[in-house]
Each structure stands twice: as C-alpha cells, then as structure tokens.
C-alpha cells in the first residue's frame, strides 16, 4: 500500500485467458437487479477490466461514484494467465484523509485555520474522524478485493 493507499496484486490461474476472460465477463454481464455480490464492471478489448461497487455514492459525472476500484489487466504464460490488479479507493476519500491530516497538524502547531472551536475538542476531532475515514477506506477496497478473489477462485501470490 502506497500514500494513496493503492494496493497492486497479481495471481496466477492454471487457466487460460479465455477461460479468465469470460469468468470476468460473467462479473460485469450481471443484471442491474442481481444485488448479491454487489461488484459490477467492465472489461475491454485489450484484456484490460475494471471493477467497483454496484451501488454508488452519487449519480454526478465528473465526482468519482464508487467507494473503491479495481483496475486489472490479464496476460497469458504458457496454459496459465496472469492478473495484475491495481485496487484503490475513491479520490475524494483520499482528498478527504490528507485535508484531515494537514489541519490536526496546523492545530498541533498553532496554525490559525478556518475552524473555529477549542483547540482540544479539534485535537481530538481530526484523528478520530481520519481513524474512522482510514477504516472506510481499506473496508470499502477490502471488500472488493475480497470479492474478486471469490468470484473467481483465486488467491494472491506473495
């Protein structure tokens, strides 16, 4: 995991990329209504995918709908393929956590910020709520990892 908190995997199937690649294509041909594994998605001529939650946030164009992403590619070796997957949070989570981080250390330091209140009370405030927001976050990519790795029977390699 990086400052982002983007987490790169990669697993290897002792099947070929067809197989891999239609497996995947059952993951994202899932009826809008079928609600069960909440994972949707869609995958790209170049053996390229890209998975999220099926129920999102918000329904704005440009702001980021999903909690998480993951983002993968599959590459064939010999019988066996190859999937290397990027999985990352959503940006405004991210944005969220580190704009947390800077005004507890602007209060650490005695910075006059924008927040009004006692200086305790912010003390307090800003790490609780970035622990909390730390744990949406690796909840939201853990899960999603997590059903991917069921959905298709695979596991990480070390």
Request: net charge positive.
């Amino acid at each position: 995991m990086n400052i982002f908190f983007t987490q790169k995997n990669k697993y290897k199937v002792n099947d070929s990329i067809e197989n891999v690649r239609s497996e995947i294509k059952l993951i994202v041909n899932r009826r809008w209504y079928d609600s069960s594994k909440n994972i949707t998605g869609k995958i790209y001529d170049d053996n390229s995918f890209r998975l999220t939650h099926k129920w999102s946030f918000v329904i704005i164009d440009w702001i980021e709908r999903s909690p998480a992403y993951l983002n993968g590619t599959l590459s064939a070796d010999n019988n066996k393929t190859i999937i290397n997957t990027t999985l990352r949070p959503n940006s405004g989570f991210v944005l969220f956590f580190y704009l947390l981080t800077i005004l507890f250390l602007c209060e650490l330091f005695g910075v006059d910020t924008f927040s009004e209140g006692d200086k305790i009370f912010k003390l307090l405030f800003f790490p609780f709520f970035n622990l909390i927001l730390f744990g949406l976050i690796r909840m939201y990519t853990t899960r999603l990892r997590n059903r991917f790795e069921k959905m298709l029977h695979v596991s990480r390699e070390q």
